[in-house]
């Protein structure tokens, strides 16, 4: 019997071989499906993707029958990555499963008290870009301390390369994240998409978010 490959499939696959060229393993794909219908979510999880990313509280909602447990009993890992306004997080508190772009000490507060012992991840301005979500690198520390006193489980850093992708400070920006999650003694290390994920694997990245180079280009907002 031949196995059904899909698009999906398919492109998990050659992301699949990105890593290993990368020179990386165990590196944890966070399906992106921002700006995607439902339909698209249910086909990632049918493809395997046990990570899903979702960057906007209203759109999370709205999927959230997407993300229900399956005829197997599974549920998939929900992560929400984007830019998070602390009363949303009330909406998201029961769809959430890791909140990947934890920057402010407000924001931990709220998700403590309406998530608590959530799992979060520390998100971290590398590139010095004021326009960049994520606290400075001189913040990490404190907040990973809040974060874990607040009773949250503080698993790691989360960063995003330079909207213009310049090569060399995305390559610092990463380094400097991997150093912060070792000196830290952090597990997860959160970097790299689409366009710079081989960067980020080099760097030491062991979760990297993917969207577009799994679902093809993404709907105008
Ligand atoms: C949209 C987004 C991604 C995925 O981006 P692609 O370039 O489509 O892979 C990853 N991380 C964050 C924080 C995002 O907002």
């Known amino acids: 019997m031949d196995e059904v490959h899909g698009p999906i499939e398919r492109a998990l696959a050659a992301i699949g071989e990105r890593i290993a060229a990368a020179g990386g393993e165990g590196v944890r794909i966070v399906a992106v499906t921002k700006g995607f219908d439902l339909g698209v979510v249910r086909a990632a999880r049918a493809a395997g993707c046990g990570d899903i990313g979702e960057n906007y509280a209203q759109e999370l909602v709205s999927k959230a029958p997407a993300l229900e447990v399956d005829a197997a009993g599974e549920r998939p890992r929900v992560h929400f990555i984007g830019g998070l306004q602390t009363n949303k997080v009330r909406q998201i508190a029961d769809l959430v499963d890791v909140y990947d772009s934890v920057d402010r000490v407000s924001l931990i507060d709220e998700i403590a008290r309406r998530a608590p012992g959530a799992e979060v991840l520390i998100q971290v301005n590398s590139t010095g870009e004021s ?49 912060l999650v070792d000196s830290l003694g952090l597990e997860v290390c959160s970097m790299g998409m689409s366009d710079d994920l081989e960067v980020a694997i080099a760097e030491g990245s062991n979760e990297i978010r993917v969207g577009s180079a799994l679902f093809g280009p993404r709907p105008p907002r």
């Open 131 to 179: 326009s960049k979500a994520g606290c400075r690198p001189d913040q990490v520390g404190s907040l990973v301390e809040h974060a874990s006193a607040s009773g949250l489980v503080v698993c790691g850093l989360m960063t995003v390369g330079p909207t213009d992708g310049d090569p060399m400070v995305t390559r610092q920006g990463f380094a400097l994240v991997r150093r």
